[in-house]
């Protein structure tokens, strides 16, 4: 198994480059984003996601993080418009996500981490016959990356609502709180063409990052990380956690931002 990878000291993001040359190239991902660099490109038109029938197959620890698969021998669960010329069909989502702190998230902004991020992977079925062949192809994937943090909002509405309980007994109305707000409300982006943030690293990946992020509790955040690494059959245990790669070099790319 000489060419294994993963997230230790060893055989980490900064070694990926010993059997992955291309993760020193011109078009790596994930990359620390800066909002007033980015340019504003009136002609980015809106994100549209089209996941209407439920096309999932199944849930996997893959060694690296946990995938749900879908189905994608028809157009059923598509994204298109923004930077896209053409549909492009899920194939499956993952995340990345952190230890305790945090940091988890792969892209960053002005150099901030969120706690996690979701992607949503998708292949170009338009010019291409097969995932395979389109995971190596300049235009063959879109990455829809979401970022996921445990901040304020949410907690906030929790937080500002405990005077009222401090004693036993007590009881407070909490109405309205619609597990909704939990989404982000807007899909506004930033794009930028980059590449695949594991081995084999292809560039292959038109990013599109969405803005707002989505909010995860610790509590949720933890069920991640009950995950391990290592398969049932090896005796060492490795938690799965801080399975993201950090920010590469720009080399003179820009990003585009759709507001
Ligand atoms: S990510 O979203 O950038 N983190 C893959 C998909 C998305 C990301 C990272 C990796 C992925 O599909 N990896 C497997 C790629 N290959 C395996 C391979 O060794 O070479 C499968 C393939 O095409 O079908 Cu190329
Ligand atoms: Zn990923």
């Known amino acids: ?28 991902s994930p990359i620390d984003i800066l909002p007033h660099q980015a340019r504003h490109d009136p002609n980015l038109g809106p994100i549209v996601l089209n996941y209407d029938r439920c096309t999932s197959i199944n849930i996997a620890n893959n060694g690296h993080s946990v995938v ?7 157009d059923r669960s598509v994204i298109q418009g923004g930077p896209l010329d053409n549909p492009y ?4 989502f993952h995340f990345h996500w952190g230890g ?13 981490s969120y706690a996690s991020e979701l992607h949503l ?11 395979g062949e389109a995971a190596s192809a300049p235009d063959g994937l879109a990455v829809l990356g979401i970022f996921r943090s445990d901040e304020h909002r949410w907690l906030h509405m929790i937080t500002d ?39 084999p690293l292809h560039e292959s990946v038109t990013w599109i990052v969405v803005k707002e992020p989505m909010i995860v509790s610790e509590k949720q955040l933890g069920k991640f990380r009950t995950l391990v690494f290592t398969g049932e059959e090896e005796d060492e245990r490795t938690r799965m956690e801080n399975n993201f790669r950090p920010p590469q070099l720009l080399k003179g790319r820009t990003v585009r931002s759709s507001n």
């Open 1 to 28: 198994t000489g060419n294994q990878w993963g997230y230790g000291k060893d055989d980490g993001p900064s070694a990926w480059n010993k059997n992955y040359p291309v993760a020193d190239g011109d078009r790596q």
């Open 161 to 199: 609502a405990l005077y009222t309980v401090k004693f036993k007994g007590s009881v407070t109305d909490f109405k309205g709180f619609n597990p909704k707000c939990l989404l982000p409300s807007s899909l506004h982006y930033w794009t930028y063409l980059g590449s695949l943030t594991t081995p």
């Open 68 to 74: 749900v698969e879908f189905e994608d021998s028809d």
């Open 89 to 92: 069909r899920l194939k499956q």
């Open 100 to 112: 305790k702190g945090c940091h988890g998230s792969e892209h960053t902004v002005e150099g901030n």
């Open 121 to 131: 992977v998708h292949w170009n079925a338009v010019k291409f016959k097969t995932f």
